[in-house]
């Protein structure tokens, strides 16, 4: 009997459904699902905004990335003049 039940039932549904597929409900459902977003939507704006910041701030990285290693190779001069300081040879003077 749930056998006989269960094609029933299918045999019932297949018409339902294709009631429902056909009805502009349904072509408006497929249309929206077929359709690519559109340009224009609040989250295409959200996600140009957020590439334009990332994009400023890659920039703003490599800009401290070179002033850092500025401040690295001056540093690591001035503490070679201040351990070689005391230690240079001095110009000879001239005794005339």
Known sequence: MS???LVLL????IPIVALIVDSPIG????GR???APE???RRD???ADLRKRLELLEGDVEI???AAEELREENQFVRRLLEEGPHRPTL????A
């Open 27 to 30: 072509r408006a459902i497929a």
């Open 3 to 5: 056998i006989l039940g």
């Open 33 to 35: 699902l077929e359709r």
């Open 92 to 95: 000879p003077t001239d005794p």
């Open 45 to 47: 704006e959200v996600i």
């Open 39 to 41: 340009p224009g939507t």
């Open 10 to 13: 299918v045999a019932l549904l």
């Open 64 to 66: 401290l990335q070179a």
